[in-house]
């Protein structure tokens, strides 16, 4: 069974870096044909796709975050991360990882999701 | 980017009936890339439709998906009082950014 945990500060304060790690356990990061992704949801907001990276190592981002964001892994941890630069509160939210189908571009194993506020 | 809009905002169906949500995108969504979700209070989001018409493991098959191209339609056929929650739909298109609906809350 395929399971995606979220860990990371719960408070970050505006201009800092925001960094989250999802650890996954059932499941190799480096054998696909998946992506691993992070999407964010403000409270009592809709969800947003941040960005992922694939089984080879490359990533994809969110043209509007884009500049602020970077998504590295981890095999040796069967981990992957999340990093948005220069925060805002506007960038308070439940941040989610997610693996996605290659093939069919669907989010079928999620984590519970961290909630991260912005705040000095 | 593809925009998907979903209506109505807000359902209100009382147990047995049969709950339809639309969404609906700004271009061409090939079918292959469309998925709805259900999300409860608290919860993550669950995976209930894929390929805009198949259901995902261990869904009930009063869940269904239909659509193509910009209009796709989720329907519950018959509403158990654990249905209340919010449904979203999502693309996966040829480039990012990869986008959601706004979402339909259901309310039993």
């Known amino acids: 069974q395929v399971q995606l945990q979220e860990s990371g500060p719960g408070l970050v304060k505006p201009s800092q870096t925001l960094s989250l790690t999802c650890t996954v356990s059932g499941a190799s990061i480096s054998s696909g044909p998946y992506y691993w992704s992070w999407i964010r949801q403000p409270a009592g907001k809709g969800l947003e796709w941040i960005g992922h990276?694939?089984?080879?190592?490359?990533?994809n981002y969110n043209p509007s975050l884009k500049s602020r964001v970077t998504i590295l892994r981890d095999t040796s941890k069967n981990q992957f991360s999340l990093m948005l630069t220069s925060v805002t509160a506007a960038d308070t939210a439940v941040f989610y990882c997610?693996?996605?189908?290659?093939?069919?571009?669907?989010?079928?194993?999620w984590g519970k999701g961290t909630t991260v506020t912005v705040s000095s | 980017e593809i925009v998907l809009t979903q209506s109505p905002g807000t359902l209100s169906l009382s147990p047995g009936e049969r709950a339809n949500f639309s969404c609906r995108a700004s271009q061409s969504v090939y079918s292959r890339y469309l998925a709805w979700y259900q999300q409860k209070p608290g919860q993550a989001p669950r995976l209930l439709i894929y390929?805009?018409?198949s259901r995902a493991t261990g869904i009930p098959d009063r869940f269904s998906g239909s659509g193509f191209e910009t209009d796709f339609t989720l329907t519950i056929s018959s509403l158990e009082p654990e249905d209340s929650a919010v449904y979203y739909c999502?693309?996966?298109?040829?480039?990012?950014?990869?986008?959601f609906g706004q979402g339909t809350k259901l309310e039993i």
């Open positions: 990276i694939y089984t080879s190592g490359n990533a």
């Open positions: 999502q693309q996966f298109g040829d480039s990012p950014p990869y986008t």
């Open positions: 390929a805009a018409t």
């Open positions: 997610a693996r996605i189908s290659y093939s069919y571009g669907y989010m079928d194993v």
